[in-house]
């Protein structure tokens, strides 16, 4: 079975930009989050989705976004981007269960200059 | 609110020795789960190995052990017999709330592990 999938694989934006993100769960999986690594520091939380509503948020501005669509893929929209954006974005894929891994794709890496 | 410590940025170990990567955890909730990832260069994250709050027995999966100690907030990983490969950035990392549709997990900063030959 396919992991999870993330495109682009790597992206440059200028200031101010607009970018949006994609993922594709792994087959069976419902619930898709969304997190933000910066270098040197451990994934953060910025959104998870189940059955196509948004389920948690995390500390990041309104110029972040996402949605799930009825195949449970999602997008991460990140709006009038900044320098501090830069970053490596994960998607995650789970089970409704609490035991359960979240399952990460490759990421994207997002370089804002 | 949730905390995961990792006090390790760095460490060493010859092939074919164990080591142990230290994770303390902080939280209020009686019902949570461990987590260990490995990251390597290429930036992935891959799952290791997983530990629940209730859970009695401490975790194994193959070369991958969890010295789980619920009194002092510790979850440490034990990787035995070590590989070249093991060479990657380890995290530990904690989910709260006893279940529901919400899942955040929260890492910690984590430990550099270099295998030398």
């Known amino acids: 079975d396919a992991g999870v999938t993330q495109s682009p694989t790597h992206l440059i934006k200028t200031r101010g930009q607009q970018v949006t993100l994609r993922c594709s769960p792994i087959?069976?999986?419902?619930?898709v989050s969304w997190y933000q690594q910066v270098l040197g520091q451990g994934p953060q939380f910025i959104f998870q989705?189940?059955?196509?509503?948004?389920?948690g948020r995390g500390n990041f501005p309104d110029r972040f976004s996402a949605r799930q669509f009825p195949n449970y893929s999602s997008e991460l929209n990140v709006n009038a981007l900044l320098l501090g954006d830069s970053a490596l974005y994960l998607c995650?894929?789970?089970?409704?269960?609490?035991?359960?891994?979240?399952?990460f794709g490759n990421g994207t890496r997002l370089t804002v200059t | 609110a949730q905390k995961i410590t990792q006090t390790q940025p760095g460490m060493f170990v010859q092939e074919k020795e164990a080591v142990t990567l230290d994770c303390t955890y902080d939280t209020s909730d009686p019902s949570y789960g461990l987590f260990w990832y490995k990251q390597p260069s290429s930036g992935e994250m891959i799952f290791l190995i997983y530990q629940g709050s209730y859970d009695q027995q401490n975790a194994t999966e193959g070369r991958y052990s969890l010295n789980f100690q619920k009194a002092r907030k510790s979850a440490n990983l034990v990787i035995s017999a070590s590989q070249l490969g093991d060479s990657a950035m380890y995290f530990c990392a904690m989910r709260t709330g006893g279940g529901g549709s919400n899942y955040k997990l929260t890492f910690g900063k984590g430990t550099l592990l270099t295998v030398n030959p």
């Open positions: 989705y189940y059955e196509k509503e948004e389920r």
């Open positions: 995650a894929s789970s089970l409704f269960d609490f035991n359960s891994p979240l399952h």
């Open positions: 087959s069976g999986h419902k619930s």
